[in-house]
């Protein structure tokens, strides 16, 4: 709330008084208001005289004022107004004068009076505040200032100028409206007389019963429902008792249990793992309320398992999935009663007797979205905020040597919801651990922070370690080097704090690449604590982000947490699978979008090499649709200032001790305002080391890096040569991964190599989040926004990841692998090959090179290459090739590849990082290769038939191939071979093909509807005429001419086709034009589509085996490659077009029992490739699930021969495709194929 001070003499004194008032609560004497509207009419009758002899006429406090008189009375009716307005002018312009002009005369009589009147009230409130007694304390709550700032608050004309707003936030809104006009003052009057309670950060003390929303204030505590504010709506609590956050560590009762890391020998119990009982209701009110009491019995009650999600289990409405928008009526800070499903656990432990004398500490880490626990029948706390951890101190209410119950009230949502808007599904449940600790008495380690630095020069180590201790201790450290040899010890006795600050020399120095591990052990009264940690240094030099002295490129991904059943709650092993995926694909960063995940990934991004930006839970996007200033709603609204501090405490303090963690984030799209900056401040009062991150602050304001998203890549290179501004910049999302793409990603990573002040980017992201379910015929699918009765929703837009919802690779991401790899090999010339190291620290010396030749149907296996020793970072070097072996007849490639030398934690050795191939002799072209295909004499016979009444024209070769020609359709229908002289192996006719199944990138960016505007799916080839004749080296031709055009419209691709038939061969040469009007600007590919029988294969020579497009083909080696027909096709989980293959020159389609069923040649054209599908495009237009798809399968082959295709983008957020890679409509088209 905008805040203001009032400091008075009162009488002839110099006592001032601090007026408090709160423009969120009511219920006061009228009599003080009346009294505070006289001294406003009595003000005004004498302040303009006094005024005017020391100011000019036209003051500007006065015309400020007169602007809060014109917006009350616009917008409230006068008598209400009229009466306000004088109390706030009153109370406003005396504290202005007071303040600014420092004006020491005795105030007016009855100005005395009613500052007396509001003194007892303040130091009555403060006796109440030593009560218990929450009515009284309620109904004198306020002075008489804060009555009418309410009051002005209140009023239905301005909720109706303001619909959207709660009555603080239009205070606020008027001020900050008016104080353009003057300058406003900056100190405060309070919100209210607080809550003797536990602000989260501060030390856990009793806390009171909320109080109630204001309107069940006004109409008294009598008859009210709710009786009392419940904590999930209740503003002024974000956590109630709970323990001040900590790091994520265990105790033990020895070293080498300590060393091992296994939290089943800490001391410790885990209460998770395993069926909890449970019960569902519709919203905190309905169902058992009682459940937390001793005696209730919940032998009846259903179980469900912890970690989990209840919507995933069978309860409630199911998952619901939107990107931006909240799924209720947004109100905040309040969330409704009625639609907030509540979900109650009751588990049963036992304690052992000899714990008895230790502080037992519950901890949850990770509950959606908030919880109230119960033990033993004692309420403990509440807590909220989904993904941080909770702690409390259950001593006092432990039985020992007997059994506890624990129970937890979960709600769907709190008022902290607002801040969890992350384009993920909205689930509940206890999703992560819970644990029963045990800390010895009196003395324990309550926490600690580790600092490993180095020094300037990046040779010496600087360890410090700050102990925090519950009670005066000896505390012994112990740093272990990774083979478990000691480097160092010390001891230092103290309380509340022991601080170690010990040099190490020449550490080895950690970093993604080389993730070196020590191990620091804590003690004190016979407990351990053991913590990885590694040494390294982050800083900005001349604006260039370095780790260890070096420039860094984060070659990253967003990481949501996921699993296809669970939900959020992921188990360790799978969490484990995905990290080591991340580290065989050459991905070296991780932001934890949006939010801090599992507090196990760190260990394992600590153990395996990998940077993390480690963001704050924290997104409130959905109040960018909710209409007015996405930013004042909580943002730039200081009422939450404290909300978002929180989860910067609770991220910074859990996070501290792990090396992988460089940088913070303040959270993602939650615009900007304040409140940032109060998260970036606390968070360099804890931690100078790391860099602060927040993509929303577009100036770096509230940050140390620029960030954006989604940005175009000559944007990108634009910024990369401005050298104007100092800080480094990152993209946070980029290369969106949804459906078949990400297109034109090569780049971007190449502009961040090329420009120091780039410092890479994070590919939006990881995982589709599909949740596996299944039809009501028992198809089983993996669900995405709307599959659940969930609306309203974003639909499919969760599947946007480089991994399908099973967590298996999609083609994407085997691309970013490559665009990524750590070598990049640039030139051959002669002998010698120019490689680039694009590792950030090391050199190439752990790798080992080996070369290959590859031609068309040959395959020479070479040996090692020498790399020399010692190239450096971002370097380039150059490798010498021995005498190599005359390259094979035709086309043909040196292939070089990269792999491991030795075993790695997350590789074993020959593993292939990274490849490059170079062209030795280039390919035939398509005359060679029709020369080389058929013998001139072999020339064909035609004959004129009708059949079914249709003219066609028959050819016969000699070798036993026939074909028939249709004359009214001006194309191939049949062909048929002398193996099998009655299967005509085409099932459907060569035609044109222009369009493609949309893709979601063409279906977001611009492409896509481009297309289907111009009804480019809707074309068909209208013939105009055919000719044949027989050409002088005796082959025959047949010409045809047609108008390929859409319905409705007038543009039409005029297109000239002539087939040449010559022994068992048919060569086809297309020429086109575009004409007309509202032609399309693009289309999707040029080729031609026929259907074939009897397919089982492709083999081919080209790019392989994956799939491959125009912008997304350089993961695909040359060489012959073979595949199923059924494995060609990628089965995207929402159904798009997939499947082709780029670069090819030729493809060959088998039958199952071998045998040629058609081959095509592509000759030297370069981008050419086909695609065989047991599905049509319109199957994968109209299918939304693969299932849909599945029974529309077919049992001959579509097959595509493409020239070219329209590139793949990133336009379902983001750019669409790069403009090398368009197919432009308007343009002349040339293109031949040889079919045999």
Not at 149 to 158: N, Q
Not at 296 to 314: A, Y
Not at 1097 to 1113: I, L, N, Q, T, V
């Amino acid at each position: 709330m905008i805040e203001w001070e009032a400091n008075y003499l009162r009488n002839s004194t110099n006592d001032s008084i601090r007026i408090r008032a709160n423009s969120g609560k009511s219920d006061v004497d009228g009599a003080m208001t009346d009294r505070l509207i006289s001294c406003g009419e009595h003000m005004e009758g004498i302040l303009p005289g006094s005024l005017g002899r020391k100011h000019p006429p036209g003051w500007p406090w006065l015309r400020w004022f007169n602007k809060v008189c014109d917006l009350i009375y616009g917008c409230f009716m006068a008598e209400v107004a009229n009466r306000v307005t004088r109390a706030c002018k009153y109370m406003l312009l005396t504290a202005k004068l007071r303040r600014v002009y420092n004006l020491r005369t005795a105030l007016h009589p009855t100005e005395a009076s009613a500052w007396r009147n509001a003194e007892l009230v303040i130091l009555k409130s403060r006796e109440l505040r030593r009560t218990s007694n929450v009515q009284q304390q309620t109904s004198l709550r306020l002075t008489s200032a804060g009555k009418a700032i309410v009051t002005l608050a209140s009023i239905p004309g301005l909720k109706a100028h303001f619909p959207n707003v709660r009555p603080r936030i239009m205070v606020t809104m008027i001020a900050e409206r008016l104080s353009k006009v003057g300058p406003w003052p900056t100190q405060a009057w309070e919100a209210n007389i607080e809550n003797t309670g536990h602000i989260s950060g501060s030390h856990s003390v009793p806390m009171l019963p909320s109080s109630g929303p204001p309107a069940a204030l006004e109409i008294g505590a009598s008859g009210v429902f709710p009786e009392k504010q419940p904590d999930f709506n209740n503003f002024d609590i974000i956590r109630r008792n709970t323990l001040p956050p900590r790091s994520y560590f265990f105790l033990y009762e020895n070293e080498k249990d300590a060393l091992s890391h296994d939290t089943s020998k800490a001391k410790c119990q885990l209460l998770s793992g395993k069926k909890w009982k449970f019960s569902f209701s519709k919203n905190p009110f309905q169902g058992e309320v009682d459940f937390y009491k001793e005696s209730f019995d919940v032998s009846d009650w259903d179980e469900v398992q912890v970690p989990g999600m209840w919507n995933l289990q069978g309860y409630g409405k199911g998952p619901h999935y939107t990107n931006m928008d909240y799924p209720w009526n947004p109100n905040p800070p309040y969330v409704p009663l009625d639609d907030n499903e509540c979900g109650r656990y009751v588990t049963h432990f036992e304690v052992a007797e000899d714990l008895e004398g230790h502080q037992m500490r519950l901890r949850f880490e990770g509950c959606e979205t908030g919880l109230t626990v119960y033990v033993n029948g004692h309420d403990v706390g509440y807590s909220q905020g989904s993904r941080n951890p909770s702690e409390f101190d259950v001593s006092k209410y432990i039985k020992f040597g007997k059994t506890n119950t624990l129970a937890v009230e979960v709600y769907q949502r709190t008022n902290g919801v607002y801040l969890e808007d992350q384009d993920h599904w909205w689930l509940a449940g206890i999703f992560r651990d819970v644990y029963l600790h045990a800390w010895p008495k009196p003395a324990h380690i309550e926490d600690f922070f580790v600092h490993a630095l180095l020094d300037a020069t990046y040779q010496e180590g600087i360890l410090k370690v700050d102990v925090q201790l519950s009670d005066k201790a000896k505390v012994h450290l112990k740093l272990l080097d990774a083979d478990g040899k000691e480097i160092l010890t010390s001891s230092q006795t103290g309380s509340p704090n022991v601080v170690f600050e010990l040099d190490v020399s020449n550490p080895h120095k950690w970093s993604a690449e080389e993730p070196y591990l020590y191990s620091l052990v804590l003690s004190a009264d016979d407990h351990y604590i053991s913590q990885k940690i590694g040494f390294r240094r982050t800083e900005l030099i001349d604006g260039v982000y370095c780790i260890n002295g070096q420039p860094i490129k984060f070659r990253g991904v967003n990481r949501h947490e996921h699993h296809p059943d669970f939900g959020r709650a992921v188990p360790y092993d799978f969490m484990r699978r995905d990290l080591l995926m991340m580290k065989k694909h050459n991905i070296n960063a991780i932001r934890t979008s949006h939010y801090i995940n599992d507090p196990r990934m760190y260990d394992v991004a600590d153990e395996l090499g990998l940077w993390i930006l480690d963001e704050a839970d924290l997104e409130c996007h959905g109040f960018g649709t909710c209409g007015g200033d996405a930013s004042a709603y909580a943002s730039d609204n200081p009422d939450w200032e404290e909300a978002y501090v929180d989860r910067a405490r609770q991220m910074v303090q859990r996070d501290k001790n792990h090396v992988s963690v460089v940088i913070w984030s303040l959270g993602n799209e939650s615009f900007y305002g304040r409140n940032h900056q109060a998260m970036y401040d606390y968070i360099k009062s804890v931690d100078k080391t790391r860099l602060v991150h927040y993509e929303g602050d577009w100036e770096a304001r509230s940050a140390d890096i620029f960030s954006c998203m989604y940005r175009p890549q000559d944007q990108m290179v634009s910024w990369g040569e401005d050298k104007a501004w100092s800080k480094p910049l990152i993209m946070c999302e980029y290369i969106h991964a949804m459906g078949n793409g990400p297109g034109g990603a090569s780049e971007y990573v190449e502009a961040f190599y090329k420009y120091p002040r780039l410092m890479g980017g994070f590919v939006w992201e990881w995982a589709n989040h599909g949740l596996r379910t299944k039809t009501p015929e028992g198809e089983e699918y993996m669900g995405y926004g709307g599959d659940f009765g969930d609306e309203p929703n974003d639909y499919n837009f969760v599947m946007d990841g480089l991994i399908f919802s099973n967590h298996t690779p999609t083609p994407g991401l085997t691309n970013y692998a490559k665009i990524i790899e750590p070598v990049q090999c640039l030139r051959l010339h002669g002998s010698k090959v120019t490689i680039i190291n694009r590792y950030d620290i090391i050199s190439l010396d752990h790798l080992k090179c080996v070369w290959s030749i590859i031609g068309d149907g040959q395959l020479i296996e070479g040996g090692e290459l020498k790399i020399p020793t010692g190239i450096k970072p971002h370097t380039e070097g150059t490798i010498h090739l021995d005498s190599l072996p005359p390259p094979p007849v035709g086309e043909s490639y040196l292939h070089l590849d990269f792999s491991l030398r030795h075993d790695t934690s997350w590789a074993k050795a020959g593993h292939i990082v990274a490849f490059g191939e170079f062209r030795l002799a280039p390919p035939l072209s398509l005359a060679h290769s029709r020369y080389l295909a058929v013998a001139p004499e072999h020339c064909p016979t035609m004959e004129q038939i009708t059949s079914n009444g249709t003219p066609k024209l028959v050819i016969r070769s000699s070798w036993g191939t026939v074909w028939e020609f249709d004359q009214t359709m001006g194309t191939l229908t049949s062909w048929k071979r002398l193996a099998f002289p009655d299967t005509n192996v085409l099932t459907e006719p060569l035609t044109f093909s222009l369009y493609r199944a949309l893709t979601d990138n063409d279906r977001g960016g611009s492409a896509g509807g481009d297309w289907r505007n111009s009804r480019l799916h809707q074309v068909k080839a209208h013939p105009l005429q055919v000719k044949w004749e027989r050409r002088p080296d005796g082959s025959l031709e047949i010409t045809a001419h047609h108008r390929v055009a859409p319905p409705a419209l007038n543009w039409g691709l005029m297109t000239t086709t002539s087939y040449r038939f010559v022994g068992g061969s048919v060569s086809i040469s297309v020429s086109a034009k575009i004409n007309g009007y509202r032609k399309p600007r693009w289309f999707a590919k040029f080729g031609l589509k026929l259907g074939l029988a009897d397919v089982e294969s492709a083999k081919w020579f080209g790019r392989g085996p994956g799939e491959s497009y125009r912008d997304k083909k350089l993961s695909q080696a040359w060489g012959n490659h073979e595949e199923k027909i059924d494995k060609l096709f990628v089965d995207y989980e929402f159904p798009q077009d997939g499947g082709s293959r780029s670069d090819v020159r030729w493809v060959e389609f088998c039958r199952k029992e071998g045998g040629k069923v058609l081959r095509a040649r592509f000759g030297d054209f370069e981008g050419a490739g086909f695609q065989a599908l047991r599905y049509s495009t319109e199957d994968l237009d109209e299918c939304t699930h693969p299932y849909e798809l599945y029974k529309r399968k077919r049992k001959d082959t579509v097959v595509s021969l493409d020239w070219v295709h329209h590139g793949l983008g990133t336009g379902s957020c983001g750019p669409s495709t790069l403009a090398q890679y368009e197919l432009k409509a308007d343009q002349d088209f040339k293109f031949h194929v040889l079919l045999d």
